[in-house]
Structure formats: C-alpha cells, structure tokens
C-alpha cells in the first residue's frame, strides 16, 4: 500500500513575506516544479490529553516529541479518506506514521471505539500529492505496524479528544532532479478550540501577519545550493514556529486575560518558577524530572554529579 510507509525528514521553516516569496518564485522557477495538485487546503485537528500535555512537551523543545492529529484535504464529509498521523521529532529529525480511513471511522476510532486493523484502512481515495505532499519515504512497513505504533499512542495518552482546529492554503513543489527535496508555503493559517470538527467550514483566528507567508523547506539530506544562496543572500534565518503551538499560547493568553487562575500549563510559557526546564518532561501535576537527576519528596531537584 503506497501510503502507509514510515516518513523520515529535516523540516527547516522560515517565516517569509510576500516580496521574498516573489522572487524565490523566479528563482525556483529554474529548479522545482508546482506539484500537480499542490495548491491544496490542508485542515489539521489536533488531540491532546485535558491538561495538553503534548503541545506543553513540544514547547519545551525536548529531544523527542509527538503530536498526534487528524489531516483532511479540505472540508471533509464522513465518507471522505482523512489521514490520522503520528508526527514525531527526535533530534531534529521528523518521523510521520500516517494511515488513511474515511472520516467516520476515524473519528470513531480516535474516540477510543475499538483499534485499527487493516480491513477498516481505506486507500481508494488517495492522490500521490497528498502522498508526497510533506513526507519523505524511509521504508515500507506494513498496515498492522503503523496501526500498532498509533494504537499504543492512544493507549498511553490518557482521554485524548480534539483540541485545536488548524486550517491553512498550501502550495507545493519538488524538485525536477530530486523528488524528495520539497518546499511548501502556507498562507491564511487559521485556528479555533470551538467546532473541532473537519466538517464545520474554513474559519477561525488568523496566526500570521498580514502579508506573512510559512515556508518550510523539507529534505533527506542537504539543501541545494541555489536555495542556500537566495536564503544567505536575503538574510532568511530558520524559526522554530509551531502553529499548534502558537495557537495554544494565544489560547492560554485569552484564558489567562479572563481568569485570576491562568489555564493549565500556561503559566509555563511566562517564566513562572514552575516553568518546565529545557529538555525536561512534565507529567501531569507532577513535579518536573530532569534527565540524569532525582527528584527530592519536596520538589527540589538533584542533579546527577552535584
């Protein structure tokens, strides 16, 4: 089956205006070309536990990280293949399980009704743009592999439900001489943790500024060296823009506005004395545990070696 496979890739992104992307349009023009069906709308809902522990893991870039999402190409109706992906990160390196079912299922099967097993995957709707659309093939593996690593996804994030509702217009393109070096570029990012549902419609809270386009250039292994000249040449510097992520510090902002009592988590992103430390985990209300280190019964923290 041509899409369930394990996605291994470097993803760069870089936060660009509508005059940069102009004139790396003429410049791509010698070397990419637009994906057949690249212009697409990509809707993204995200699941997290209540306390949103992944997204808090994600923004203390940890050495490994997950974020667990259902994708659909446009409004999706329940007969329609989405893709319910399991997105990790470890040392900079982005691995994607992602498997195809039609909209009912997987939403019945996210809300804890049953496991996946190959006779409910659906592939008949698939194009290869959405395919190659943002992976990088490592190696096959079979259905029942990719189910298994999602299943225990679910398994060990307890009460995991939509959280947050990203949806953005996408364009594409390859490379004419290496089909896995991709650049994308994302424009009208909207959010929204109301109607988390893929076939409510296209609307929400914009992320970026006016006039603000994403692009995230993604590859196996080195960036061509007419992109590293336009990047050098225009002072374009890589960001670790999140868009979840972004959209939960504005959800923590608007909590937080409205409430004596900030929003769980977030008195993490404000330098609160509890914030979570760098290449930390957070377990729930527990305290913070640093790799090689001890936690003492009143919180304090030992450190291996001191």
């Known amino acids: 089956m041509a899409d369930q496979m394990i996605f291994k890739r470097f993803e760069i992104k870089y936060m660009i205006d509508e005059t940069v992307f102009e004139k790396l349009m003429e410049v791509m023009d010698g070397y990419m070309i637009a994906d057949e069906h690249g ?53 900079s390196v982005v691995y994607k399980r992602r498997i195809a079912m039609t909209y009912d299922k997987a939403l019945s099967y996210l809300a804890g009704n049953g496991q996946i097993d190959e006779s409910q995957i659906d592939e008949s709707q698939i194009t290869e743009s959405q395919i190659a659309e943002s992976q990088i093939a490592e190696s096959q593996i079979t259905d029942s592999q990719i189910a298994s690593e999602i299943n225990y996804a679910l398994k060990i994030y307890e009460n995991l439900a939509p959280a947050v509702l990203l949806s953005y217009e996408r364009e594409a393109f390859y490379a004419k001489n290496n089909h896995e070096f991709r650049v994308t570029f994302d424009r009208n990012i909207l959010w929204r943790d109301y109607d988390l549902s893929l076939d409510k419609g296209i609307y929400g809270t914009p992320i970026l500024e006016d006039q603000k386009v994403l692009m995230e250039v993604k590859t196996d292994g080195a960036i061509p060296g007419w992109m590293v000249d336009f990047l050098t040449e225009n002072k374009l510097y890589k960001t670790s823009f999140s868009k979840y992520g972004t959209a939960y510090r504005a959800i923590c902002d608007s909590v937080n506005n409205r409430s004596a009592k900030p929003a769980y988590g977030c008195d993490e992103l404000y330098g609160d004395e509890s914030a979570a430390v760098e290449g930390s985990d957070v377990y729930g209300d527990e305290p913070i545990a640093v790799a090689g280190s001890d936690v003492y019964s009143d919180g304090r923290i030992a450190v291996a070696g001191n």
């Open 39 to 91: 212009r697409s709308t990509v809707c993204s809902l995200y699941y997290d536990t209540p306390k949103h522990l992944l997204i808090r893991r994600s923004l203390e870039h940890p050495v490994y990280k997950e974020k667990l999402r259902l994708r659909s190409y446009g409004v999706a109706k329940p007969s329609d293949t989405v893709f319910v992906e399991l997105k990790k990160k470890f040392c």
